[in-house]
């Protein structure tokens, strides 16, 4: 069965570094999405992205915050600046269209700690 | 704006014990409602899904109806396994997903 993957499964960043999540929606998929979960705390929505632009962004997506679909496969996050408070869990997700009957699919997460 | 609100955990059953996981919602329109699980050391996975006022959705022995007079969407499990043992998001799309905090389960032998 497709699924959504993400890379790396945990990473370790200095404040102030940059880091780049990397996700591979299911291939057929044109609608690919963002999520974050701080420990303990909700799952929160970051931005969806479709035709390769920004479809939604919630408050959470700063410009500290950035997605690029650069090739026809990988769908990525770049955090430019890193802060303490971007430690969290990230989730990438793809759906098939763009309704709100349509099923998001999720990736594993990437556990990003910022120290 | 849209919510969810689920029951917290951690929850601790014995296997074969029957499983009710509150789930309810504020909405400002018709959303969808999911519950979503996520075993140890894996991504979310969708469970179960409803579209419209009492449709019930049902997988793996789950089940969960939406329920709009009571703004619910309540999983149960009339007999728990030990492979059931997961964390349980319930969540609402409309136009984007939202989800609850998520329930702890452990299912003891």
């Known amino acids: 069965e497709p699924e959504v993957t993400q890379t790396p499964s945990h990473q370790v960043t200095q404040m102030g570094q940059e880091v780049i999540l990397r996700c591979v929606p299911i291939?057929?998929?044109?609608?690919f999405y963002w999520y974050r979960q701080i420990l303990g705390q909700k799952v929160e929505f970051l931005v969806s992205?479709?035709?390769?632009?920004?479809?939604?962004k919630s408050e959470i997506f700063d410009d500290q915050f950035s997605v690029e679909r650069p090739d026809g496969s990988n769908f990525t996050l770049k955090i430019r600046s890193t802060k303490l408070e971007d430690s969290a869990m990230y989730f990438c997700?793809?759906?098939?269209?763009?309704?709100?009957?349509?099923?998001?699919?999720f990736g594993p997460g990437t556990r990003l700690l910022v120290l | 704006g849209n919510s969810v609100t689920q029951m917290e955990g951690p929850v601790t059953l014995s296997e074969e014990a029957f499983l009710t996981i509150n789930c309810t919602y504020t909405?400002?329109?018709?959303?969808?409602l999911f519950w979503y699980v996520q075993y140890p050391g894996e991504g979310l996975q969708l469970l179960l899904k409803?579209?419209?006022?009492?449709d019930k959705g049902s997988n793996k022995g789950f089940e969960a109806t939406y329920r709009k007079e009571t703004t619910s969407f309540h999983l149960e499990k009339g007999s728990v396994q030990v492979s059931d043992s997961a964390v349980y998001f319930c969540?609402?799309?409309?136009?984007?997903?939202?989800f609850g905090t998520g329930t702890r389960l452990t299912i003891i032998p």
């Open positions: 997700a793809s759906s098939e269209v763009g309704t709100d009957i349509e099923t998001q699919y």
């Open positions: 291939s057929n998929h044109l609608y």
């Open positions: 992205f479709y035709n390769n632009e920004i479809s939604e």
């Open positions: 909405a400002t329109g018709y959303p969808s």
């Open positions: 409803a579209t419209k006022a009492d």
């Open positions: 969540a609402l799309r409309y136009e984007k997903l939202t």
